[in-house]
């Protein structure tokens, strides 16, 4: 009886001996998939060479998880953090410099107190950053796989001030997240945020706020110097991101500039492209402003453009450098970056142009009017055109200061194109469309007109046919009035001509609306009402949501890229001297004039049907899917639109209703509420007290609000970026400046037109040759 119990008690010990051993021995095995710094950046080859040494002297990468079940009473009660864990095998894996994403090992001591990890610490002690992707977790006790999602960059860990966190691939509202887990999301936020002073390194993290003060050099002289956008009731703006650079010497006001060349503006760094999508961003941006590139292009070969085969040359030919033109000649022209996408590598000839879709089939089409018209639907700048109420044309400007600015259109000029139809009667029926670039304009044209630009404020006036087609009728060319502002506009009717010297002026005019048309899509369309007034929503975002909020995750997507494309845009875009003020008619006052026409912008009007409707080419109709009914059938942008609008206005319905089921959790939300009231009294500050803000106390009031940034931040975005090449990439069919106006009967410029159609037209909307206002240098 003795020797049994004996036995049996040994038994145990030994049993319980071999359970703690195995409890001791418990490892959570990892998969962490991560990108070094040598495969993303060829110039720092030797990256990983240093970081093997680093390896080898104990400088490894380690993790440690954190608890979402149990926290540490001595650390006020954040969640406890396990050993820890070292990467494996960074040594002894090679990585081509070639090579995408690589796999590494990682083993956790499990510790059965910790619980569920809901977050893990990560400190990288190596020489170079790296860009973590993910880090999965297998088998973990009471749970299974668990999986972290965190694209992202981890710099030495001597960079940071506080450790990097990364958090499991869930969702929390802020009142529903693990308490060992919330004093990690706050802190987190903190980070983001920065403390306001500084310059920010590429390593920073900060996502903060600054005024357009950084477009200007006026270090270089008066001409450079621009006024700040935003923080005034003059210039109001929204913000952008902020790099903290010193101001001026001359200007305390202005932000100082990086060298022209450079492309190392600040953005934090997860909104950077990586390496190979800076290339194709490189090459793309070379085709989608080729429309801004090529006058600059014919600026270096010293030549004025004769006839429309010449230009035809750059896409079925390509063209030689002159002797003599070397690379940095042609630095002090284009950014060399953005040419040596379309320079051979002997850098003799350029490669050839692709060929835009507008010309594929047939080498005349741009010129009918119906192209004309068609392009007003679903060309470049498809979000302009409505619907005519009241003839003649009239304007919103203050009559006290601009005078009458009412058109000079009468009947007589239109009504005998109208097939049969009077003003009245197609006023009535919805008939009568108009492209307005008149009041956006005329506030301005006096003073761009000052420039090397000689252009007009437009309007175009079109019939909608039996065929679903619009019909130019007439196009208005005004002037402000040269005995002042208060005396009004001076104007000149166009109406439409094949033959002749008639024809030939027709042509003229339509140039002159496509110019107005084109300055207006790049500037207020595509660079102000989608890249400029989403940026502070990117901001907020990442100030205010965690990363495990729902709305954060719901938004992130469509943010991709905005920061760091428009940080390129101010260093070579937009800034004084830059490429678009060299291009694009407005010239020096071209974000001035955005600044002015923000002052209009109403946030929930860039929901698709709102502007339809409010724009006159729709109707409000209950039997119609979208609640609305077109006015013009054929209107790709609004079918193709209205579409897209419903399936976002779906998701974001059935999202946000899922993790808000009542009004009552929006309402007591922090997170989210901190976010509605930074975005609109910082971010878009200078509309903070517009009443047609969305509340956010109300489910219906979130699902408008994402609803409309996805739809601004990617179709619309889609509708007027992507066709640029296609439509604008030649250059007669979007020209972007006229350099001479309208010529009278009886001058010689008017005789060359008569007799030399192609070589007028290309000398009005293109610049001359050697003009030295083109070539910038920093």
């Given at each position: 009886m003795t020797e049994k119990i004996l036995e049996m008690i040994c038994g145990r010990s030994r049993n319980k001996s071999i359970e703690d051993k195995n409890k001791e021995s418990k490892k959570i095995?990892?998969?962490?998939?991560?990108?070094k710094k040598n495969v993303l950046d060829l110039n720092d080859a030797g990256a990983s060479c240093i970081d093997r040494v680093h390896e080898l002297m104990g400088k490894g990468v380690s993790l440690q998880l954190i608890s979402a079940v149990h926290g540490n009473p001595e650390n006020g009660l954040r969640g406890k953090l396990g050993k820890t864990a070292l990467?494996?095998?960074?040594?002894?894996?090679?990585?081509?410099?070639?090579?995408?994403?690589?796999?590494?090992s990682v083993k956790f001591d499990w510790d059965e107190s910790m619980g569920v990890p809901g977050a893990f610490m990560i400190r990288n002690h190596h020489h170079s950053q790296f860009y973590l992707k993910t880090v999965t977790l297998e088998d973990v006790p009471g749970h299974g796989r668990l999986h972290f999602e965190c694209n992202s960059w981890v710099y030495p860990a001597n960079r940071y001030k506080c450790n990097r966190v990364f958090f499991a691939n869930k969702t929390y509202l802020p009142c529903n997240t693990p308490e060992?887990?919330?004093?990690?999301?706050?802190?987190?936020?903190?980070?983001?945020?920065?403390?306001?002073s500084g310059m920010l390194k590429e390593w920073d993290r900060v996502y903060d706020y600054a005024c357009y003060n950084d477009l200007g050099s006026p270090d270089k002289g008066a001409e450079y110097a621009r006024p700040v956008l935003g923080g005034s009731e003059e210039y109001p703006y929204p913000r952008r991101g902020k790099t903290g650079r010193a101001p001026t010497k001359t200007d305390p006001h202005s932000e100082?500039?990086?060298?022209?060349?450079?492309?190392?503006?600040?953005?934090?760094?997860?909104?950077?492209f990586s390496h190979v999508k800076f290339s194709d961003f490189l090459a793309y941006a070379v085709k989608s402003v080729s429309q801004i590139l090529l006058p600059g292009i014919t600026t270096l070969f010293d030549k004025e453009f004769h006839n429309f085969q010449e230009v035809l040359d750059l896409y079925e030919s390509g063209v030689k450098l002159p002797t003599g033109l070397t690379r940095s000649k042609v630095r002090d022209c284009i950014p060399w970056e953005m040419l040596r996408e379309l320079l051979r590598s002997d850098g003799e000839q350029f490669h050839k142009f692709p060929m835009p879709n507008v010309i594929k089939e047939d080498k005349s089409a741009w010129m009918t009017d119906e192209e004309f018209a068609r392009e007003m639907l679903a060309g470049l700048n498809p979000v302009v055109i409505s619907g005519l109420q009241e003839f003649p044309p009239a304007s919103k400007l203050d009559p006290k200061v601009y005078g009458n600015q009412t058109s000079s259109m009468t009947r007589e000029h239109v009504e005998k194109n109208m097939n049969g139809l009077t003003v009245d009667q197609a006023i009535e029926c919805n008939k009568l469309f108009i492209l307005d670039h008149h009041d956006a304009l005329m506030q301005y044209l006096r003073r761009i007109n000052t420039t090397t630009t000689k252009t007009y404020a437009s309007r175009t006036l079109l019939l909608l046919q039996e065929d679903g087609t619009l019909k130019p009728l007439a196009i208005e060319l005004s002037l402000p009035h040269p005995q002042g502002d208060l005396h009004g506009a001076t104007s000149q009717v166009f109406t439409p001509a094949e033959q002749g010297i008639e024809g030939s002026v027709w042509q003229l005019a339509k140039a002159y609306?496509?110019?107005?048309?084109?300055?207006?899509?790049?500037?207020?369309?595509?660079?102000?009402?989608?890249?400029?007034?989403?940026e502070p929503f990117v901001i907020a975002t990442n100030r205010q949501l965690s990363v495990l909020h729902p709305i954060h995750k719901l938004l992130h997507p469509h943010f991709r890229d905005t920061m760091n494309i428009n940080a390129l845009a101010r260093q070579i875009l937009i800034n004084a001297g830059g490429v678009l003020e060299n291009t694009v008619f407005p010239a020096k006052f071209a974000l001035e004039m955005s600044a002015v026409i923000y002052k209009k912008w109403v946030f929930t009007e860039q929901a698709l049907p709102t502007d339809l409707l409010k724009r006159g080419v729709a109707v409000p109709d209950s039997s119609?899917?979208?609640?609305?009914?077109?006015?013009?059938?054929?209107y790709p942008y609004a079918v193709d639109g209205l579409e897209i609008w419903s399936a976002i206005e779906t998701w974001a319905s059935e999202y946000c209703s899922f993790y808000y089921p009542t009004d009552e959790l929006i309402q007591r939300d922090s997170e989210l509420q901190s976010w509605w009231m930074e975005l609109r009294t910082v971010g878009h500050g200078d509309k903070k007290d517009e009443p047609w803000w969305p509340k956010m106390q109300s489910q219906a009031e979130l699902i408008q609000t994402?609803?409309?940034?996805?739809?601004?931040?990617?179709?619309?975005?889609?509708?007027?970026?992507?066709g640029q090449y296609p439509y604008a990439g030649y250059l007669p069919n979007r020209p972007t400046i006229s350099r001479r106006f309208m010529p009278d009967p009886g001058t010689p410029e008017f005789a060359e037109l008569e007799s030399k159609f192609e070589l007028a037209f290309l000398k009005t909307i293109t610049r001359p040759a050697a003009n030295s206002s083109w070539r910038v240098t920093d």
């Open positions: 095995k990892g998969t962490v998939r991560l990108m990467l494996e095998k960074w040594v002894t894996k090679i990585t081509s410099a070639t090579a995408g994403e690589t796999e590494f060992p887990l919330r004093q990690y999301r706050e802190e987190e936020l903190i980070n983001l945020r920065g403390n306001g100082s500039r990086l060298p022209l060349l450079s492309l190392n503006i600040y953005v934090p760094r997860d909104e950077r609306a496509a110019v107005n048309d084109s300055g207006y899509h790049q500037l207020i369309s595509h660079w102000l009402n989608t890249h400029a007034v989403i119609q899917p979208h609640g609305l009914k077109l006015l013009i059938e054929d994402c609803t409309i940034i996805i739809w601004v931040a990617s179709a619309l975005h889609a509708a007027v970026n992507f």
